[in-house]
């Protein structure tokens, strides 16, 4: 069951910066582990999900976000300069992962999009994408891809958002249900960032 969406102050994308920020890989973890067993998303474990192994995971994510290899951006209130945002204040967050060859220098794939239920259909998802797309732009990744678990509303929201489909794969993912474990299908798009207007300088999107 949805959770009501809660009124508040105007949402903000800030890119992930460690001396920021570091302290909220608790709560990223926490919102990951909500997305998965609520919505049933399918992400990188099976449930029962162990916080260790989670932490685990997004420690090597930031890891790779300071060595340049991923951007990761946060949905979170308007924090005021010289303050850090507390762990309640995490309300989304969205990855991209650059291609690491020479040859897909030019490419990046979104690989996470996660938006507590608390502040859905407040425009965080589209603000999310929106920010990974400038940040993609910024170091030339003008062409993206991103795949979703099919007829799901994330699908949808892509498709929103312009990215074009272009397969369908049956059987994709390991899914647990009520009814015991599945395999799911998952849905695949692409977007020419070239193909579009550039992503305003104006974006909310902040490196600080």
């Known amino acids: 069951?949805?959770?009501?969406?809660?009124?508040?102050s105007p949402s903000m994308t800030y890119v992930f910066s460690p001396d920021q920020h570091g302290h909220l890989?608790?709560?990223i973890a926490a919102l990951h582990a909500s997305c998965m067993t609520?919505?049933?998303m399918i992400g990188p474990f099976l449930p029962p999900l162990e916080n260790g192994k989670l932490l685990g995971w997004w420690r090597e994510r930031i890891a790779e976000s300071n060595q340049?290899?991923?951007v990761i951006v946060l949905l979170l209130p308007e924090t005021p300069p010289g303050s850090k945002p507390v762990g309640n204040d995490l309300r989304g967050l969205a990855m991209l992962?650059?291609?690491?060859?020479?040859?897909?220098?030019?490419?990046?794939?979104?690989d996470t999009l996660l938006v507590n239920q608390k502040y859905r259909r407040q425009g965080g998802a589209k603000a999310l994408v929106d920010a990974l797309e400038y940040e993609a732009a910024r170091r030339g990744r003008t062409l993206l891809r991103v795949n979703t678990e099919t007829n799901t509303p994330a699908e949808a929201a892509f498709k929103k958002f312009g990215y074009i489909e272009f397969g369908?794969?049956?059987?994709?993912?390991?899914?647990v249900v009520p009814q015991g474990s599945l395999k799911k299908s998952e849905t695949f798009f692409y977007k020419d960032l070239l193909a579009f207007s550039q992503p305003s300088s104006g974006s909310s999107s902040n490196s600080t």
């Open 68 to 70: 340049g290899t991923r």
């Open 38 to 40: 609520m919505d049933r």
């Open 168 to 175: 369908q794969v049956p059987q994709f993912s390991k899914a």
């Open 97 to 110: 992962k650059l291609s690491d060859t020479e040859t897909g220098s030019f490419r990046g794939k979104i």
């Open 25 to 27: 890989v608790p709560w």
């Open 1 to 8: 069951m949805d959770l009501p969406t809660l009124p508040t």
